[in-house]
C-alpha cells in the first residue's frame, strides 16, 4: 500500500505569514494528490486538488505544488487568516487503488493573531 | 440538498455489544465510503462501495461488516464491538472513484 508522511505535524504561524505542508508518497502510480481540511470538530472538506498532469494549481491564497520525480507534493497558504487554523491531510491516490485515498497523518496549523 | 448524512452522531456500548451506522447521501454519487479517525493517525478506510451492489475491503476492516442497502445508503456494522473500536467515524461520498469525496459530519463512538 502507500506510505504516506507529512511534514510537518505542527505548524505555528503569525497572521498574514504563509504557511506550507509538505506530503511524500511512496508509490509512483500515483495520480491524484488532493489536500483536505478539517475544523476542530468539523467534517473534512476538500479546499484543492492536483492531477498528476500539472505541476501547480492556485485557487486564491491556497496552492499546490506537485514533484512527481521527487513523489511529493506541498500546500501553500499565503496571507493566512485566523479562518486558516485547522488541520490539513493530504491524501494521494494511485491507480489501480480501485479509488482508495491514502490520508497521512495532518497537519495542525494554529495562526496567532 | 442534506448532502451526505450519518446517525447516530453520538453512541456508546459495551464490550461485545452489536450496532449499526448508518450513513444515506442526496447526491446520486455512485461510490460511498467508511473511514475511521484516530487522534494522530489521520483517516483510515474501512470499507468501500465503488457502486451500488459492490463492496470491498479497505486498510483496517477487521471487526467490521457493511451493507450498499441501495444507492443512497451505505451502513456499518459493528457485530462485537471492541474498546479498540473507539473512534470517530465518518462516511463519504463520491460522483465516482475520480472525484472528490463529500465527507458527513461523523458519528463518535465509545465502547466500554
Given at each position: 500500500g502507500e506510505n504516506v508522511e507529512q511534514h510537518p505535524s505542527t505548524l505555528s504561524v503569525q497572521e498574514g505569514d504563509s504557511a506550507v505542508i509538505k506530503c511524500t508518497y511512496s508509490d509512483s502510480a500515483s495520480n491524484y494528490f488532493p489536500w483536505y481540511k478539517q475544523e476542530l470538530g468539523k467534517r473534512p472538506q476538500l479546499i484543492i486538488d492536483i492531477r498528476s498532469n500539472v505541476g501547480e494549481k492556485k485557487d486564491q491564497r491556497i496552492a499546490v505544488t506537485l514533484n512527481k520525480t521527487a513523489k511529493h507534493f506541498s500546500l501553500h497558504i499565503t496571507e493566512t487568516q485566523p479562518e486558516d487554523s485547522a488541520v490539513y491531510f493530504c491524501a494521494p491516490r494511485a491507480t489501480g487503488s480501485d479509488y482508495k485515498l491514502s490520508f497521512g497523518a495532518g497537519t495542525t496549523v494554529t495562526v496567532r493573531a | 440538498n442534506a448532502g451526505v448524512t450519518q446517525t447516530p452522531k453520538f453512541q456508546v456500548l459495551k464490550t461485545g455489544q452489536s450496532m449499526t451506522l448508518q450513513c444515506a447521501q442526496d447526491m446520486n454519487h455512485n461510490s460511498m465510503y467508511w473511514y475511521r479517525q484516530d487522534p494522530g493517525m489521520g483517516l483510515r478506510l474501512i470499507y468501500y462501495s465503488a457502486s451500488e451492489g459492490t463492496t470491498d475491503k479497505g486498510e483496517v476492516p477487521n471487526g467490521y461488516n457493511v451493507s450498499?442497502?441501495?444507492?443512497r445508503e451505505f451502513s456499518l456494522r459493528l457485530e462485537s464491538a471492541a474498546p479498540s473500536q473507539t473512534s470517530v467515524y465518518f462516511c463519504a461520498s463520491s460522483f465516482d472513484g475520480d472525484n472528490e469525496q463529500f465527507f458527513g459530519p461523523g458519528t463518535r463512538l465509545t465502547v466500554l
Open positions: - | 450498499r442497502l441501495n444507492k
